[in-house]
């Protein structure tokens, strides 16, 4: 009978069926067209990215060759993290990074570091008795030698210098007791007398000094909340009236769902005026994850429907600004685990690689350059 079904369905959304709930979500009518060859075709390369992120272990994979067949830009997932890089002082680790280095130059794929200073730090930085002269010393000499890394390298573009340091309330992302795996330790090193962190200043000093060929991104991720924003947009223009260089501003689109954000108007609304205040201020704007959580451990057409629709119409957002300075756009992942007990259905392939609804709405949102979203909620 399941069979039997699913030939059905596939029957009907082939005979030019307009109802989105008949649509596969297995085998979605797609573009067969490659996301790479559709904005190499349609879009300014310099001041247009799409992507997608790849994990050290998904290097000389299936996965690697979907990537190389669908994209040329690249997050390297949490290989350059101090987590991985420079877990203990006397712990250096550049394994992973050499491998994305190699897979980069290799196949000439464009990348953004995404190894911030932040929250997701290592366990020795979090243990509560560490010392701010500790703290001090470990995320300088982390962030001076990994920037030393990467300056010279031809295809690394971009890098988060300091992730998720306000939180959605507007306050500054604080460390915890214990070694909490989202708190951010930095914070206890003081701030200056403006109230700033010192980390954050000083990382940007860091890498302005040690990267000056890359550019350098202000990392956040959240919602669409004000109080947060306006607090990373002031705490940028403080920073560039000091002379520090600020290059870019870079949002985590980590969607749900359960959460309206993607599909609505208003918080879209807000997205764009977030993406021209960025362009006014001379800065790009990246979008340097995106995902979408869907709910439950059986995804109906309907909620594949949502998901496509709600990583299109952030791309869209971009598609209408792309004229107005840079925007990049980067999945968050490719595939979703096999494991269904993780309820990991948040990616644009399926935990076998066939594209989901989501690769065709935006292989067709890229090649017709649409920038109407579509309102589901």
């Known amino acids: 009978m399941k069979k039997i079904f699913i030939v059905f369905i596939l029957f009907i959304s082939c005979s030019g069926s307009n109802n989105e709930e008949e649509v596969s979500i297995e085998n979605p009518q797609q573009n067969v067209e490659s996301f790479k060859k559709i904005i190499s075709d349609n879009y300014n390369k310099d001041s247009f990215k799409f992507g997608a992120t790849l994990n050290f272990f998904q290097l000389n994979s299936d996965t690697e060759k ?12 949490n290989s350059f993290k101090q987590t991985i890089v420079h877990p203990e002082p006397d712990i250096w680790n550049w394994d992973r990074v050499d491998a994305f280095i190699n897979f980069a130059n290799t196949n000439n794929v464009e990348m953004r570091v995404h190894g911030p200073i932040g929250p997701q730090s290592s366990t020795w930085a979090k243990e509560d008795f560490r010392t701010k ?23 690394i573009k971009w890098m988060d210098v300091v992730n998720e340091t306000i939180g959605s309330n507007g306050e500054w992302t604080d460390k915890k007791d214990g070694t909490n795996k989202w708190e951010n330790p930095w914070t206890q090193i003081g701030k200056n007398n403006d109230g700033i962190p010192l980390y954050i200043i000083r990382s940007f000093e860091i890498a302005d000094q040690f990267a000056p060929n890359i550019s350098l991104v202000f990392n956040q991720h959240a919602g669409m909340q004000p109080e947060m924003w306006d607090k ?8 560039k009236n000091k002379g520090i260089r600020i290059d870019g501003l870079g949002w985590q689109a980590h969607l749900r769902d359960n959460v309206v954000l993607s599909l609505n108007k208003e918080k879209l609304d807000y997205l764009l005026s977030l993406i021209d205040w960025a362009h006014q201020n001379n800065l790009d704007f990246h979008i340097t994850e995106i995902d979408y959580r869907l709910v439950g451990t059986n995804p109906t057409s309907s909620q594949y429907n949502r998901q496509a629709h ?13 004229n107005n300075g840079v925007v990049t756009y980067n ?24 594209p989901k609804k989501a690769v065709d709405e935006l292989k067709k949102a890229l090649k017709s350059k649409s920038i109407i979203p579509k309102y589901l909620d």
Do not use: M, P, Q
């Not at 979907?66 to 997932?77: G, H, I, P, S, V």
């Open 232 to 239: 990373v947009k002031e705490t940028i223009l403080y920073l």
């Open 310 to 322: 709600g990583y299109t119409n952030i791309l869209k957002i971009l598609i209408s600004k792309r």
């Open 331 to 354: 999945t968050w992942g490719v595939y979703d685990k096999n494991d269904i007990s993780s309820h990991e259905f948040k990616y644009i392939y399926d935990s076998n690689l066939n």
């Open 133 to 155: 002269e500790e703290l001090t010393k470990n995320y300088e000499e982390f962030l001076t030698e990994l920037c030393k890394k990467i300056n010279n390298e031809k295809n």
């Open 66 to 77: 979907l990537f190389l067949k669908e994209f040329t830009y690249t997050t390297a997932e």
